[in-house]
């Protein structure tokens, strides 16, 4: 279906976006400018984050681009499967941790024994995610100007020509942005109903999950999820081959994260590991056997979830062109995005860890820059980082045991500040736990600032709470341009704001001797 000279809204871009996604012979649909009679300078294979903005950065240079996705929609997995519903779920979990706190008191219902639907909040996610995409591709065609065809899987003919729908297109340089797939436990059982990962949780849930749910894993993913679940009300078990969360860099704020979670009945089973998935004889989960540092345990479940990171999708790759790939099947790139294969580049997750958003759209512009003959450097590193749990988790720089490591005199700020009443004081109180300060102050968050005392430079930042995740985007810049708790200390705050570091800064910014508070 040739679309070039449609000019649908949003709204009608999200009707034919449900209608070809829910028919498999579906069309597909070509953006294609027939009067630009120029080369493409690069066709990005795969339409998520890394190639709709390499390709509006492309674009923005006065190149040509062209973009292929097997989906009726740009955007990729973030808002159809992964990032996207867990901010959903992650919304749910700290409004139920609310709920369920102060429940029977104010104007908030008793939660107790209280189950909530999972598969209610799953069809609400599945409902409300055509409007991002339906957004992405009108922005894309309308107002970014750029080339596409959707619905289409791509095929890999050499290092300039792709075939797509039975068409071939030239390029200077392919730029391969095909993403990852969740990783699955190969385990007996895998394989059965009642077994998820987050892609298959949101495009195929039909029932509702009983009271027991069992989490494979300990980072960001299993958390969410994990939290989420027991949010919910059910008995959440999380299945943990070594430490939970241990890519928390500052143990106190780790330890303060995990004595929430465990508050909130999370039960957290380190050292353990998944043997085997059994099934009730119709193809069903009925329960799981672990193995733990205590011996063999065996639980009654319905459900499992498996969060455990991702392999990058580089066997098409491989097969067509014989890039260079790593242990974990990454695509191996230099700095400069480029693969072992000339006129190749890889980004975004297919290139590996870190596998976040940002990395895979500056990932994709970098390329761009490169493509379009800049010589352009870029390897993801000191970058700020966050987790939902109940909370909202974010932190940069180093932690305090690193930075003692490190340096000879760290100087710790911190709220609630060490004192022979523990965490049970109002503070920190900031955005959205004002609640939490007045009647439950031990759950009112936690902050850490952890300083150079010789320069005075901010070397670490941690927070658990709710709203500093935005802060602390712009906080890194200044961190890495050297931030001193002097500097930190002359900002104007936003009172009540999620984190007192400025106004923590300025209690001590005069001290020509810095000393922890």
Request: net charge negative; glycine share 10%.
């Amino acid at each position: 279906m040739d679309v070039r000279d449609e000019h649908w809204s949003i709204e009608e871009w999200g009707h034919k976006i449900e209608e070809i996604y829910d028919d498999p012979n579906g069309p597909a649909l070509f953006n294609i400018d027939k009067n630009d009679q120029r080369e493409y300078d690069a066709i990005y294979i795969g339409g998520g984050a890394s190639g709709r903005f390499g390709s509006a950065y492309l674009r923005a240079m006065g190149g040509r681009q062209l973009i292929i996705d097997a989906w009726p929609f740009l955007g990729g997995s973030c808002p159809h499967n992964a990032c996207v519903p867990h901010h959903v779920f992650s919304d749910c979990a700290a409004e139920l941790m609310l709920q369920r706190t102060f429940g029977g008191t104010l104007w908030f219902q008793n939660m107790d024994g209280v189950r909530t639907s999972i598969k209610d909040v799953v069809d609400l996610f599945r409902r409300g995610r055509t409007g991002p995409h339906a957004m992405m591709n009108y922005q894309s065609k309308e107002q970014l100007d750029l080339e596409y065809i959707l619905n289409a899987k791509a095929t890999i003919v050499d290092a300039h020509t792709v075939e797509v729908a039975g068409r071939r297109f030239k390029a200077k340089n392919l730029i391969l942005a095909v993403g990852a797939r969740p990783q699955v436990l190969d385990v007996p059982g895998k394989d059965l109903k009642g077994v998820y990962t987050n892609v298959n949780l949101v495009e195929t849930l039909d029932y509702e999950p009983s009271d027991t749910v069992v989490v494979i894993g300990g980072s960001k993913t299993a958390v969410e999820y994990g939290c989420f679940f027991n949010a919910t009300g059910r008995r959440t078990i999380m299945v943990v081959r070594s430490k939970c969360l241990k890519l928390i860099p500052d143990l106190e704020t780790r330890g303060y994260v995990l004595d929430r979670m465990k508050e909130q009945g999370m039960e957290i089973w380190e050292g353990a590991e998944l043997q085997s998935i059994e099934s009730d004889g119709e193809g069903n989960v009925k329960g799981v056997t672990i193995k733990t540092p205590n011996g063999i345990e065996k639980l009654a479940t319905d459900f499992v979830f498996m969060g455990l990171g991702e392999t990058p999708n580089s066997e098409m790759a491989v097969n067509a062109l014989g890039v260079e790939v790593g242990p974990k099947n990454e695509i191996i790139v230099n700095s400069r995005l480029q693969t072992s294969v000339p006129n190749v580049y890889a980004v975004g997750d297919l290139i590996g860890a870190p596998m976040e958003m940002f990395k895979a759209r500056k990932s994709g512009v970098y390329a761009a820059r490169n493509v379009m003959g800049l010589e352009a450097h870029y390897e993801p590193k000191d970058f700020p980082d966050f987790l939902h749990t109940h909370y909202e988790v974010s932190w940069l720089g180093l932690g305090e045991e690193e930075a003692r490591e490190k340096y000879k005199n760290v100087v710790i700020i911190k709220m609630p500040p060490n004192n022979p009443n523990g965490l049970n004081i109002g503070l920190p109180a900031g955005d959205r736990v004002m609640l939490y300060a007045m009647a439950k102050p031990h759950m009112s968050g936690f902050q850490k600032l952890v300083i150079d005392g010789d320069t005075r430079r901010i070397v670490g930042a941690h927070h658990v709470g709710y709203g500093a995740k935005d802060a602390f985007q712009y906080l890194n810049v200044l961190v890495k341009q050297g931030l001193t708790v002097d500097q930190l200390g002359e900002m104007d705050e936003l009172f009540l704001n999620p984190s007192h570091f400025i106004q923590l800064s300025r209690l001590r910014a005069g001290s020509e001797r810095l000393v922890g508070l």
